[in-house]
């Protein structure tokens, strides 16, 4: 059968698939949104194929011929994995051309399940590349079920260059602590995993008592894991003066680019290719962020992975050709921030480090997004997103009142208990307790508990933060469920357009 997408009206309404008299109104969908035709009765409706693949629950569905279109919009999913970053890049191609990108996958089971729930069924698991930014917990970990599970693959694995050896301490994960160069104050990291067989060789017997080895070896296990290597901008795909991803480049013609912006690798000691030490253990590995600009017609994102202040003032020089780094409110800061917008400047900006504090004026100002998305938890003791970060990021927003959403704000608990279903559990748990139900009794009401546990924590976050971003490269909409809990009144978005070079919200 014939599919379509859910198009995008021109006042930004809401669109709805209908029941089969064509007035009450089954479930809102959003722009982009997959529908299977089943026929086209030509009264100006398209009939669809509704949930075919569940049997059970397969229905046909209407909606009007001219709320659909052809081609989808790029899309962008900034998944609520707590305390970490976890995005999913689709483009806007079907078919083989469909390129999907994993970018992180923070800590915990998220990213495995969206992916199952969003690709098992349709077009199965083979992607074009995993980006692991960097060798921080809360990116990575994710990645293990993921790379652990033999029909989930990908084109290339890419990481920082900085791994996380088997080996306790802190530099000695990397190698060593960072050596200074001849005749300057600056210290480097030399050994760097270039390529699939420099990660081999570290960890293809690694012991399995620390987090970063069990994720490599679980890639390097999985035969539909075709290559894993870095990624930075002298290991990228080098045209006109600038590193891109490789399969992202503009002579792949895709329509949207991926350039690489960061890491810098840099001459160290001996001559060797290396990374500088941006400050502390942490704050190196952090500050090496493979950092990623999506340009995609007049509309551009910026991953900005983990940076930090002394990230961020060193590609800012580096961008820049400025040194030293000048002092705020001076005529040669002002030429900084202005050049730098050349390379950094972005309609989106995926904020760095979950909305930690410890950013630079210069870099917000730089980027200048319209838009800011924060990927961050509630049960951690960093307190990200930082209260004076938001005010900041407003300040350095484009527009008078640029757009901050937030996967922990985004996010919708339950406000009271349930008491019903609590009761109904806690009379289950005092049946099995009491010991006197029949083997066969017993079993039954084991499972009635399990399912009534799933069922009770499901209902405690009925909304995830999950945001969606999705663009034709003309217009651009972000987006994230509401509190209704209704099926006919599910997203709340913010839509924007350009008018000429000039970036407009749209109300």
């Not at 962020?289 to 983990?306: A, E, M, N, P």
């Amino acid at each position: 059968m014939a599919h379509r997408f859910v198009s995008l009206r021109t006042d930004g309404s809401p669109i709805h698939l209908y029941e089969e008299d064509r007035k009450k109104k089954f479930r809102e969908v959003i722009w982009g949104d997959y529908l299977k035709v089943k026929s086209n009765p030509g009264d100006g409706w398209l009939q669809i194929d509704w949930a075919a693949r569940s049997p059970t629950k397969r229905r046909t569905l209407y909606i009007r011929e001219e709320d659909t279109v052809v081609r989808r919009p790029l899309e962008i999913i900034f998944l609520d994995v707590g305390q970490g970053d976890g995005a999913v890049l689709i483009s806007p191609e079907t078919g083989s051309q469909e390129r999907i990108v994993v970018i992180d996958a923070g800590e915990g089971g998220n990213m495995r399940a969206f992916l199952a729930a969003r690709f098992q069924t349709y077009r199965g698991f083979d992607f074009a590349a995993a980006v692991m930014t960097h060798p921080d917990q809360d990116h990575y970990y994710g990645f293990k079920d993921v790379f652990a599970d033999p029909g989930i693959g990908f084109g290339t694995v890419y990481h920082n260059g900085l791994v996380e050896r088997p080996v306790a301490g802190t530099w000695e994960k990397l190698g060593g602590k960072p050596v200074k160069k001849a005749g300057s104050s600056l210290a480097y990291i030399g050994d760097l995993a270039v390529d699939h067989a420099a990660v081999k060789k570290i960890f293809a017997n690694a012991g399995s008592n620390f987090l970063f080895p069990q994720v490599m070896k679980a890639a390097l296990a999985n035969p539909k894991i075709h290559d894993i290597r870095m990624l930075s901008v002298q290991h990228a795909a080098m045209e006109d003066d600038a590193a891109w991803m490789p399969d992202f480049a503009p002579s792949d013609k895709r329509g949207y680019t991926i350039q690489v912006l960061a890491p810098v690798v840099e001459e160290g000691p001996g001559g060797k290719p290396a990374l500088r030490q941006l400050g502390s253990y942490n704050e190196t590995k952090n500050g090496h962020s493979v950092i990623l600009r999506l340009q995609y017609g007049k509309f551009s994102v910026l991953f900005g992975g983990d940076l930090n202040e002394g990230a961020e003032k060193f590609l800012l020089q580096h961008y820049t050709d400025t040194s030293p780094f000048p002092k705020t409110a001076t005529p040669a800061y002002d030429d900084m921030v202005a050049k730098a917008r050349d390379t950094f400047r972005s309609d989106v900006m995926k904020s760095c480090h979950h909305g930690s504090e410890k950013v630079t004026d210069a870099f917000l100002d730089a980027v200048n997004p319209a838009a800011f998305i924060i990927s961050s938890g509630d049960e951690e003791g960093h307190v990200h997103s930082r209260p004076d970060l938001l005010g900041r990021l407003g300040r350095f927003g484009r527009g008078g009142a640029p757009v901050i959403l937030s996967t922990e704000l985004q996010r919708s608990s339950r406000e009271r208990e349930d008491p019903g279903a609590v009761g109904k559990l806690l009379a289950s748990i005092d049946k099995l307790a009491a010991g006197t139900l029949a083997p066969a009794q017993a079993e039954q009401l084991k499972a009635s508990v399990k399912a009534d546990v799933q069922a009770l924590a499901r209902s405690n976050v009925e909304v995830y933060g999950a945001i969606y971003l999705k663009t034709d490269g003309e217009r651009l909409m972000t987006a994230f469920r509401i509190e209704t809990g209704s099926e006919t009144k599910k997203w709340f978005s913010f839509r924007y357009r350009f008018e000429g070079d000039v970036l407009v919200r749209e109300d």
